[in-house]
């Protein structure tokens, strides 16, 4: 067969980790403590190169590095050091009337061998933040970095090779074939962060082996602006979520529903914290230097298609509309007037195109948003507990924030992560390592002691109350 990818290579590094991984099966909190340090160690003595690698790829602000990539990273790693004696303890239950004389208590075994598929948008983070809760978990992991981000692939490389023996840590880089080469082999978990349709593929792939799946997927993330609301507060926070990094964040405000009474303030005041962010002197937005670039030409194109798509069935740019081809410049973007035939309206938009839609009632807010797929998070913009509780309890999101967007997932005592098909499985701190843990149920009972005879053959009784 031919291909461009050494499988030996790989086939002898899954071999190892599977003999690895049974020996991890006893491993202290302190040695597992030890590889997070060490870890945590080379991230802290490597910032510039982590930046430069980032930075190369698509012109992320240095800030945003630090913020989104290395601090969540490394808030992760602290977050697990602190805690993992107590996640890694065995958890007593208590002991139902039937059972009485035995014990019985939850064990966390590590699941084995992991492979971990990143996406590009955060390329380190989203690789690395995984491989914490799988090492907190006690487990291998090979990782594989997006084949878009190839500086930050490199990076992540020579730290793991600098850092870890391959049969506990290696990271394999490449294209989907290699992807699809990683997913026929026998992994006990993996864990998955990409597009829901790629997402589909690596969980028929599991199936193949009855692998466990963590799939941290994406979709169109609502952000609902009631009119009872502090506008300016709003669109600060909105214009936040959904510009860094150039809009390519999965949890990012996909699209705005806002009270139509208040939706051309809103616009307003987009647009001017818009102008204060990212042009304060009135320079371009192309000449700033805290705003990033999209990844490459295919996905400038592809959302220069939502954009001519949404104009030519009518919609109107409110803001922004800029684009400088030989740069990947997006410039940040507002649409008004769209309809459900436009694609920037179905699809993922994944970058700095923002529609406003308007709605009368808060039920027709509901209404609209529990018509698509369930979104991998919700926003909320209300003074009203009463609105924000309604919405809370009428719609299904993986996770929901009100009065703010994007950060829940700096806080790591949360589950993070979508529901159906925006994903399955948490991740992030205790939920994180259960993801990489059997909870292995175990029951000890007393010699001589046998409370189930009476359901021994041969059977003298008739069940009259149950
Ligand atoms: P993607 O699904 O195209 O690719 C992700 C990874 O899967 C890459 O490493 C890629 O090499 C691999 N891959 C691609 N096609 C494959 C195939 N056919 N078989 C096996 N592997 C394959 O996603 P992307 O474009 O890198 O990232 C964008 C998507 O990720 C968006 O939908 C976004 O919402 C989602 N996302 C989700 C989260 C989250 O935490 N839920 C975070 C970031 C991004």
Redesign the pocket.
């Known amino acids: 067969m031919n291909q461009n990818f050494n499988s030996i290579a790989i086939d002898s590094t899954f071999n190892s980790q599977k003999s690895k991984s049974i020996s991890l099966r006893n491993s202290t909190t302190a040695e597992r403590v030890r590889q997070l340090e060490k870890l945590q160690d080379w991230i802290k003595s490597h910032l510039e190169d982590i930046r430069k690698a980032i930075y190369a790829d698509f012109k992320k602000p240095y800030p945003e590095i630090d913020a989104s990539e290395i601090f969540v990273v490394t808030s992760e790693i602290k977050h697990a050091i602190k805690n993992l004696a107590s996640w890694m303890s065995p958890k007593k239950v208590s002991t139902p009337t039937p059972m009485l004389g035995s014990k019985a208590h939850i064990q966390y075994e590590p699941k084995g061998t992991t492979l971990i ?6 390329p380190f983070n ?1 690789a690395i933040g995984p491989l914490v809760s799988a090492l907190a978990a006690g487990c291998t992991a090979i990782v ?5 981000t190839p500086h930050t692939s490199a990076l992540i490389r020579r730290m793991i090779e600098e850092i870890y023996e391959p049969e506990l840590v290696a990271v394999v880089e490449g ?2 074939e290699v ?2 080469y990683l ?1 026929s082999k026998p992994f006990d978990h993996i864990f ?8 589909k ?2 969980m028929k792939a599991a199936a193949e082996n009855l692998a466990s799946v963590t799939l ?4 169109k993330s609502p952000a609902i602006v009631d009119s009872d609301v502090d506008i300016q507060d709003a669109a600060s926070k909105i214009v936040w979520g959904k510009y860094v990094n150039c809009g390519q964040t ?2 990012a405000p996909d699209y705005i529903l806002v009270q139509e009474n208040i939706k051309n303030e809103l616009i307003e005041a987009i647009h001017s914290k818009i102008n204060e962010m990212y042009d304060p002197k009135i320079k371009g937005i192309d000449e700033s230097k805290d705003y990033a670039r999209i990844v490459n030409d295919k996905h400038l194109k592809r959302l220069k298609h939502l954009l001519d798509d949404a104009n030519r069935k009518g919609a109107k740019i409110a803001v922004g509309g800029k684009i400088i081809e030989t740069e990947n410049y997006f410039e940040p973007t507002v649409m008004i007037d769209l309809t459900e035939e436009m694609d920037v309206m179905q699809e ?1 938009i ?1 970058g700095p195109i923002l529609p406003i839609i308007t709605y009368s009632s808060i039920e027709e807010a509901i209404n609209y948003i529990n018509e698509k797929s369930k979104p ?1 998070a919700l926003y909320i913009f209300s003074n009203s507990k009463n609105v924000s509780e309604t919405i809370l309890t009428q719609t299904s999101s993986g996770g929901a924030v009100v009065n703010d967007c994007v950060v829940h997932f700096l806080q790591n005592e949360l589950p ?3 529901v159906n098909n ?2 399955i499985g948490k ?1 992030h701190g205790h939920f994180g390592f259960l993801s990489f843990s059997n909870e292995k149920a175990i029951l000890e009972q007393r010699v001589g002691l046998t409370p189930s005879k009476s359901l021994y053959p041969p059977y003298n009784f008739i069940t009259k109350k149950i």
Do not use: D, R
């Not at 998955?192 to 997402?199: D, I, K, M, R």
């Not at 941290?216 to 979709?219: D, K, P, R, Y």
């Open positions: 598929i990143a996406p590009w948008n955060y989203l594989k970095p997006s084949e878009l294209e989907v992807a699809q997913l998955f962060t990409g597009s829901p349709a790629v997402g593929i690596i941290e997927l994406g979709g999965c949890i993922e994944f991998l993070f992560g979508g925006s994903g991740a």
